[in-house]
């Protein structure tokens, strides 16, 4: 790690929440134009950096039930397939299968903080902080614990331009 890079935790850096879901869910779910955006697992893309759609949509009475996050938010899946990032495209309402990470601004740019939470060495922190025995979890608590770099947004961008070219060379390779 570079002299001018120093680490702290997840929780020092931002704000991880739970998503929570309006009992029972049928009764919440509308077609309504004013119905708020409905983000499910199921709405992120396998390999996409962004969720821009839903498929359903709550009433604004489940508004109180549930966590509205916006356009800008990390989204991390909480179980299964845990600690994947998304960004959010959308205004919305996640259920209690996502984290979501807000406020980190001050410190990371969302396409640095992109690369970090995808990276190797997040991941297997996320994988040792998981608890349960046939269906891993992860938490807002755990996620909070998440050891991380605090470096220069200098820094950053040198990171996320290697990063993006090294991503679009792995996207021109005919498999």
């Known amino acids: 790690m570079p002299e001018t890079w120093s680490l702290t935790h997840l929780k020092n850096v931002a704000n991880i929440v739970r998503g929570g879901s309006p009992r029972p869910i049928k009764s919440y779910l509308t077609d309504a134009e004013n119905g708020i955006n409905w983000i499910k697992i199921g709405d992120a893309e396998k390999g ?6 839903t498929s359903e949509k709550i009433k604004p009475s489940g508004a109180g039930k549930t966590r509205l996050v916006h356009s800008g938010s990390f989204l ?18 996640i259920h209690d299968g996502w984290l979501a990470i807000l406020d980190f601004e001050s410190s990371y740019s969302s396409d ?10 997040v991941s297997k922190q996320f994988k040792q902080l998981a608890s349960g025995t046939a269906v891993k979890n992860l938490n807002s608590e755990k996620v909070a614990q998440t050891v991380v770099p605090i470096l220069s947004r200098r820094e950053q961008d040198k990171i996320v331009l290697t990063m993006n070219r090294v991503n679009e060379l792995i996207e021109q390779v005919d498999w």
């Open 48 to 53: 996409s950096k962004y969720i821009s759609t």
């Open 76 to 93: 991390l899946s909480n179980s299964m397939s845990f600690g994947r990032p998304y960004i959010l495209k959308i205004d919305g309402a």
């Open 112 to 121: 640095f903080l992109y690369w970090l939470l995808s990276s190797e060495t």
